[in-house]
């Protein structure tokens, strides 16, 4: 083989070898960029409250606050019931429920709410 023969053999063989590479290591899945995008400020993962807090709808299991009209973070109370082995939440005096259960509407002066939290503190 001649060396110009060799050296387009080899130039070949690079670029195949570049595409190779940089096919592997193309762009990020959309997952990826996703992920990129939340750890960068990205939208939030809370939903808002006006969705989440619905007198008679199920309040998720996993509940860990949610946003209100303005768009802040809103940190749940959450109570620990101990012995039941649920969680308690309440959310702006006016709804309540265990998490993973109805969602109750009544302040923390109401009958609704007295019997429920009554629930979680009396075991």
Known sequence: M?????????????TLLVAGCSAETGPQSSADRGTEADSDGGASVFPDCSEVWVAGNELPVDYRGCLDEDG???TPDVINC???GEEFATFDDSYFGFLGGEVGEGSSESDAYAEAYGECTDN
Do not use: K, R
């Open 2 to 14: 001649t060396s110009t023969t060799w050296t387009a053999a080899a130039a070949m063989a690079l």
């Open 72 to 74: 802040t973070e809103v």
């Open 82 to 84: 101990g012995t039941i």
